[in-house]
């Protein structure tokens, strides 16, 4: 039996004085498809800093492909932020935006095997025709998609994804998964993914973890996803809340 993508024992994290983590323990296969939902403040965003090897557990281990996160050769993993720090005021093209994927650096100048796999990743999602146009004329779904273009263009064995469907209307996050689905399909990648959208994780994902600060809970949707569970955790599911009351019989 093959390792797992991404194991993750007991592992706790403080942040000054506020626990982010609490002994959170779970594996994800490869190939998997890891929708990860909580309230805010769940920790989710500090899993995947644990994960991507900018934060360093106070307690546990974490594994990515057997590996310390913070030697991952860098063409393992295709990351996308929720917060875009770039300037969109800056005088820049969407291509050179997917460029820095594989440089991470901005490009002055574009080698003919860069500007090949930058314009094959916007293909991939569905935005070559965008790959000239200035960054400042993007909309925010159009930016989502370069950005995931960006993620794509090293070909990644994990891609993790921090609420990708941020900006796009609900027809645009539709394509965006089906996008996401095409790509692992086709390369067999681990995909873990930051979301709010309950429905679309249950649709797409093969795994979801359920988090509330330590491990709510982990496996297949349909029982991760369960109206009692999300109840318990969000304090609503749906148009269903806690504190909603059944009227009484007339």
Known sequence: MSAPAIRVQRVSVRLGDYEALRGVSFEAPEGAFVAVIGPNGAGKTTLLN??????????????????????LPPDTLGYIPQLKTLDRSFPGL??????????????????????????????????A???????????????QRVYLARSLVRNPKLLVLDEPGAGMDIGAEAEMYHLIDHYQT??????????????????????????????????????VAREDRLLNVFGYAGHQASTHRTPPDA
């Open 50 to 71: 644990v994960l991507l090897g900018l934060q360093r557990p106070d307690q546990g281990v974490v594994e990515v492909f057997g590996m310390d996160p913070a030697k």
């Open 94 to 127: 969407a291509i050179e935006l997917v460029v820095t994927g594989r440089r991470r650096s901005w490009p002055w100048r574009i080698s003919a095997a860069d500007r090949a796999a930058a314009l094959h990743a916007l293909e991939l999602t569905g935005v």
């Open 129 to 143: 025709r965008l790959a000239s146009r200035p960054i400042a004329r993007l909309s925010g779904g159009e930016l």
């Open 186 to 223: 086709a390369s067999k990648a681990t995909v873990l993914m930051i979301t709010h959208d309950w429905e679309g994780a249950r649709v797409h994902a093969t795994h979801v973890l359920l988090m509330d600060r330590g491990l709510a809970a982990f496996g297949a949707p349909a029982e």
